[in-house]
T-cell receptor, first 115, second 114 residues
Framework: NAGVMQNPRHLVRRRGQEARLRCSPM?????VYWYRQLPEEGLKFMVY????????ESGMPKERFSAEFPKEGPSILRIQQVVRGDSAAYFC?????????????FGPGTRLTVL | AQTVTQSQPEMSVQEAETVTLSCTYD???????LFWYKQPPSRQMILVIR??????QNATENRFSVNFQKAAKSFSLKISDSQLGDAAMYFC???????????FGTGTSLTVIP
């Protein structure tokens, strides 16, 4: 059973470009979470999605950031018109949603660098 | 909002010795979960150990154990017989039973000295 997959692992964008980060959850998991880790900090929650639905986006910046988890395919975190402050590691986690612990299994992360 | 505090940015331990990493948290809830994650240089987040708040007994996983003090809202991680492969960032995390998100501390960087 493959773990949570994220790609690309490293992404370089110039200011003003768009960044698309992809996350494929573990097989059988229908819940996806996105976190951001700024340098020297812990992970900060951004958004929680189930298939075709955004459940909790309380951690998402109000502008330029969006997320989706379509019926088919990976979850996408999209950052429009990137700025230097968006440089960070972005982690995706998935869970089956119904297990006692609702434990989240993390992907390896995507490191975004904005030049 | 829940907060998780790790007051030790850096710790070091001699190989084969024991080290304890501290974590405190703030919550008004009575039912929740606590976790310790390890993040090696590869940046992969690896679950080390977890604890249910309503269980008095401290969780143990091989060389890793916790000291959970619910009244004090403290959740420390003890690593026994430290190995070079234990060197990493360690994050303490909180999740309420009904919540969707994890709340992470800022991490403790552990160095293991040969």
């Amino acid at each position: 059973n493959a773990g949570v997959m994220q790609n690309p692992r490293h992404l370089v964008r110039r200011r003003g470009q768009e960044a698309r980060l992809r996350c494929s959850p573990m097989k059988g998991h229908s819940h996806v979470y996105w976190y951001r880790q700024l340098p020297e900090e812990g992970l900060k929650f951004m958004v929680y999605l189930q298939k075709e639905n955004i459940i909790d986006e309380s951690g998402m910046p109000k502008e330029r950031f969006s997320a989706e988890f379509p019926k088919e395919g990976p979850s996408i975190l999209r950052i429009q018109q990137v700025v230097r402050g968006d440089s960070a590691a972005y982690f995706c986690a998935s869970s089956p949603g119904l297990a006692k612990w609702n434990e989240q299994f993390f992907g390896p992360g995507t490191r975004l660098t904005v030049l | 909002a829940q907060t998780v505090t790790q007051s030790q940015p850096e710790m070091s331990v001699q190989e084969a010795e024991t080290v304890t990493l501290s974590c405190t948290y703030d919550t008004s809830e009575s039912d929740y979960y606590l976790f310790w994650y390890k993040q090696p240089p590869s940046r992969q987040m690896i679950l080390v150990i977890r604890q249910e708040a309503y269980k008095q007994q401290n969780a143990t996983e091989n060389r890793f154990s916790v000291n959970f003090q619910k009244a004090a809202k403290s959740f420390s991680l003890k690593i026994s017989d430290s190995q070079l492969g234990d060197a990493a960032m360690y994050f303490c995390a909180y999740r309420s039973r009904t919540g969707n998100q994890f709340y992470f501390g800022t991490g403790t960087s552990l160095t293991v000295i040969p």
